[in-house]
C-alpha cells in the first residue's frame, strides 16, 4: 500500500464523537472523489458509525442525512 493523499478540515461546532466519524468519512469520500479516485475502500475504528452506515434502515436521526450522503457517494465510486 503507498500513500495516495490527506486532508484536514476545521469543523465548527458542538458534534459528537459518532457525528464527527460520519463528517470524517463523508469529507474523505468526496476529498478521494475530487482527486479521481473510484475505487475507494473506508476504514474506520468508530463501529457505531461503520454499524450506521452498514444499516439499511432509515435513520431519522439529525446524523440521518449524513449517512444518506455517504451512502450515496458509495453508489457513485
Do not use: T, W
Request: charged share 25%; glycine share 6%.
Amino acid at each position: 500500500m503507498e500513500f495516495m493523499a490527506a486532508c484536514s478540515r476545521q469543523v465548527v461546532g458542538h458534534f459528537s464523537a459518532q457525528a464527527m466519524e460520519l463528517i470524517a468519512a463523508k469529507e474523505g469520500f468526496q476529498f478521494a472523489y475530487d482527486l479521481g479516485f473510484h475505487d475507494i475502500v473506508l476504514e474506520m475504528d468508530a463501529q457505531g458509525a461503520v454499524d450506521r452506515i452498514n444499516s439499511n434502515e432509515e435513520c431519522f436521526e439529525p446524523k440521518g442525512n449524513l449517512v444518506e450522503d455517504i451512502n450515496e457517494m458509495q453508489m457513485v465510486v
